[in-house]
T-cell receptor, first 115, second 111 residues
Framework: DTEVTQTPKHLVMGMTNKKSLKCEQHMGHRAMYWYKQKAKKPPELMFVYSYEKLSINESVPSRFSPECPNSSLLNLHLHALQPEDSALYLC??????????????FGSGTQLSVL | AQSVTQLGSHVSVSEGALVLLRCNYSSSVPPYLFWYVQYPNQGLQLLLKYTTGATLVKGINGFEAEFKKSETSFHLTKPSAHMSDAAEYFCAVRGSYIPTFGRGTSLIVHP
């Protein structure tokens, strides 16, 4: 199994809603990532988890809250988002992080629209 | 700091023609270089990577790239384009922890 599974595929939420994005991998990878991608732009790193601990937070606003309940799961909790947060949110995993030559495995993403 | 520059936001080719997507890098350390592809409504998929050793790297789907240190380049090529190659292509270079992506090049394939 070389897949990273993300749910839901599409999400529409109001600015006062609370929602969560989910990501799952069963490749035994110990590093997991959240990226944000605007249309026709490269992915922007948000968070990195290594061995279930948050190792990188790229100065992401607190309305985004990541969680790694175990080595296979990664969540992104959303609260009080703004319309400019509308984007494709990608989850990725790799065997390790920090070596520089990691192959990243990406999920298909959650297309988020904030109204 | 490490960075990549992808020349051309769009490249248009006819089916069966040569594909050439350009990438130049800047790195203060020996570079690790990557090409990722993103098909519509999908995540990114690794096409190939260069770390050390042979400078001509072969990847999936018939793509290959050549690392040229003298030119600080890592251009992606494919001898014959297929309609299914239409996608967004991202060049990336090793960053502090993870790859740093270029802005992407959209490959358009005409019948």
């Amino acid at each position: 199994d070389t897949e990273v599974t993300q749910t839901p595929k599409h999400l529409v939420m109001g600015m006062t809603n609370k929602k969560s994005l989910k990501c799952e991998q069963h490749m035994g990878h110990r590093a997991m990532y959240w990226y944000k991608q605007k249309a026709k732009k490269p992915p922007e790193l948000m968070f990195v988890y290594s061995y279930e601990k948050l190792s990188i937070n790229e100065s992401v606003p607190s309305r985004f809250s990541p969680e790694c309940p175990n080595s296979s799961l990664l969540n992104l909790h959303l609260h009080a988002l703004q319309p400019e947060d509308s984007a494709l949110y990608l989850c990725a995993s790799s065997q390790e992080t920090g070596t520089g030559d990691e192959k990243l495995f990406f999920g298909s993403g959650t297309q988020l629209s904030v109204l | 700091a490490q960075s990549v520059t992808q020349l051309g936001s769009h490249v248009s080719v006819s089916e069966g023609a040569l594909v050439l997507l350009r990438c130049n890098y800047s790195s203060s350390v020996p570079p690790y270089l990557f090409w990722y592809v993103q098909y519509p409504n999908q995540g990114l998929q690794l096409l190939l990577k260069y770390t050390t050793g042979a400078t001509l790297v072969k990847g999936i789907n018939g793509f290959e790239a050549e690392f040229k240190k003298s030119e600080t380049s890592f251009h992606l090529t494919k001898p014959s384009a297929h309609m299914s190659d239409a996608a967004e292509y991202f060049c990336a270079v090793r960053g502090s922890y993870i790859p740093t992506f270029g802005r992407g090049t959209s490959l358009i394939v005409h019948p």
